[in-house]
């Protein structure tokens, strides 16, 4: 089992900035990523945004490249994801997800899922 617990959403201007927190507990995973959903979207519908693998290496989407940064404090087990110069269509529900395959990139290869944090960018 694997618990994951996301903090750190809100509501922020245009080019402003977050930072989002994913603390897990559990078995140790492979891969964390984070994923956000849009309203009228499914869950399978969620789109990557970035992942962190065991060896550090991280991906992004390319929507976020230069834009959102991921970084990870082992000793708390916790996953960061820094999001700046926010746009209005960075709004949506972001997910922290754990697989046990690394370099996952798509929503299915991810067994556990947090509730999520709400992301609001008004322009």
């Known amino acids: 089992q694997v618990q994951l617990v996301e903090s750190g959403g809100g509501l922020v201007h245009a080019g402003g900035s977050l930072r989002l927190s994913c603390a897990a507990s559990g078995r140790p995973v492979n891969t964390v990523g984070w994923f956000r959903q849009t309203p009228g979207k499914e869950r399978e519908e969620r789109e990557f945004v970035a992942s962190i693998n065991r060896d550090g290496s991280t991906s992004y989407a390319d929507s976020v490249k230069g834009q959102f940064t991921l970084s990870r404090d082992n000793s708390k087990n916790t996953v960061f994801l820094q999001m700046n110069s926010l746009k209005p269509e960075d709004t949506a529900i972001y997910f922290c997800?754990?697989?046990?395959?690394?370099?996952?990139?798509?929503?299915?290869?991810?067994?556990?899922w947090g509730q999520g944090t709400q992301v609001t960018v008004s322009s």
């Open positions: 997800a754990a697989a046990f395959v690394d370099y996952a990139l798509w929503a299915r290869e991810y067994q556990y």
